[in-house]
């Protein structure tokens, strides 16, 4: 949601769950926050700051919120922070900033894994879809490759990592 109703306040946030609620607020603070402010005239619109801490959440939550990111990017400065935690779906949220824009907490522990018990309860056809997905979409955002990523996922394990493997795989742009 959004700190305060006026043009100002440019810093959004997902804190908890990405879920259908959080992301909403998300959403909608974003295309808010796009279309209502008038920049002087020949001037960009000022960027928007959104600030993650998440230990992830449905897969399909966080992909709307990517399009919508990705969508506003266009025509807006997306400048996303991750701090506390940035964790499964929260990855790919963190790295769709605009780049040159991203950045983690030093002290931000960030895991990338394949998949829930939550998206299991799907069937395996769609779950492969969204991780096929997620694939193309992190390596169209990071460094990684999407053989690399398999990798990652291959293991069937999460896989924790810290500011400086964020940084160097292209996640973020900057250490804070």
Known sequence: SLGDSSNESRTIHLYGEVGEENCKNLISALYYLKSNITPPEEEP???IDVLISTEGGSVQEMFSVYDSIRDIRNEVEIKTYGIGKVMSAGILLLA???NGSRKVGRN???MLHAGSLKELEVDLREVRWYENQ????LASESKLKE?????????????YFDAEQALEWGIVDEIV
């Open 45 to 47: 619109i000022p960027p």
């Open 147 to 159: 053989s690399e990523i398999k990798e990652i996922f291959d293991r069937k394990t999460d896989t």
């Open 96 to 98: 769709c900033g605009t």
């Open 134 to 137: 997620f694939i193309k979409s």
């Open 108 to 110: 931000c522990r960030l």
